[in-house]
T-cell receptor, first 114, second 112 residues
Framework: SQTIHQWPATLVQPVGSPLSLECTVEGTSNPNLYWYRQAAGRGLQLLFY??????ISSEVPQNLSASRPQDRQFILSSKKLLLSDSGFYLCAWSVAGASTDTQYFGPGTRLTVL | QKEVEQDPGPLSVPEGAIVSLNCTYSNSAFQYFMWYRQYSRKGPELLMYTYSSGNKEDGRFTAQVDKSSKYISLFIRDSQPSDSATYLCATNYGGSQGNLIFGKGTKLSVKP
């Protein structure tokens, strides 16, 4: 069966500090991978998605970036955090080529920028 | 007009009640419809997905799609306190990069 991991679970960072959130998927190959941010009252906002190693699409302009160094690893980064980067960050995966694009989510990372 | 509209609630019901959660969507090209359940401080988990109009049952849960009205519903029978969560509807155009479009979620509380 497939499993998706995210770490850390919670993170408190000062403004201007760097960020690295990691997501890994087990039990599947060549998944589509996604990063979302969920802020209170604003729903899920798609940040990045990837269909393969080194292939990243960005949905919104921001000071965040994403990388996919390995097939089942997806990393969300920032060089300098802003207060507005606080939120609940979710990684998700889906089966490549599936028409439904049903996505499966990880447990999330709660980021607080102070 | 937002592509998927969902009443944020909160919705509070007594244990054992039938719960109806609803979403409307604007684009008739949407093909697949999903419901996710999200407990507080957890990631969303897939409850059900459906493609065609009509009903799909899974235990106490029934997903209903009316493509002519662009209306999707999730019914929960014999609701339990453990059903207390935020429920998110989602839809997409289909294809391997469908990129789900989510409603903002309805917060449900089932009181014992």
């Amino acid at each position: 069966s497939q499993t998706i991991h995210q770490w850390p679970a919670t993170l408190v960072q000062p403004v201007g500090s760097p960020l690295s959130l990691e997501c890994t998927v087990e039990g599947t190959s060549n998944p589509n991978l996604y990063w979302y941010r969920q802020a209170a009252g604003r729903g899920l906002q798609l940040l990045f998605y990837s269909v393969g190693i080194g292939q990243i699409s960005s949905e919104v302009p921001q000071n965040l970036s994403a990388s996919r160094p390995q097939d089942r690893q997806f990393i969300l980064s920032s060089k300098k955090l802003l207060l507005s980067d606080s939120g609940f960050y979710l990684c998700a995966w889906s089966v490549a080529g599936a028409s439904t694009d049903t996505q499966y989510f990880g447990p999330g990372t709660r980021l607080t920028v102070l | 007009q937002k592509e998927v509209e969902q009443d944020p609630g909160p919705l509070s019901v007594p244990e054992g009640a039938i719960v109806s959660l609803n979403c409307t969507y604007s684009n008739s090209a949407f093909q697949y419809f999903m419901w996710y359940r999200q407990y507080s401080r957890k990631g969303p988990e897939l409850l059900m997905y459906t493609y065609s109009s009509g009903n799909k049952e899974d235990g106490r849960f029934t997903a209903q799609v009316d493509k002519s009205s662009k209306y999707i519903s999730l019914f929960i029978r014999d609701s339990q306190p453990s059903d207390s969560a935020t429920y998110l509807c989602a839809t997409n155009y289909g294809g391997s990069q469908g990129n789900l479009i989510f409603g903002k979620g309805t917060k449900l509380s089932v009181k014992p």
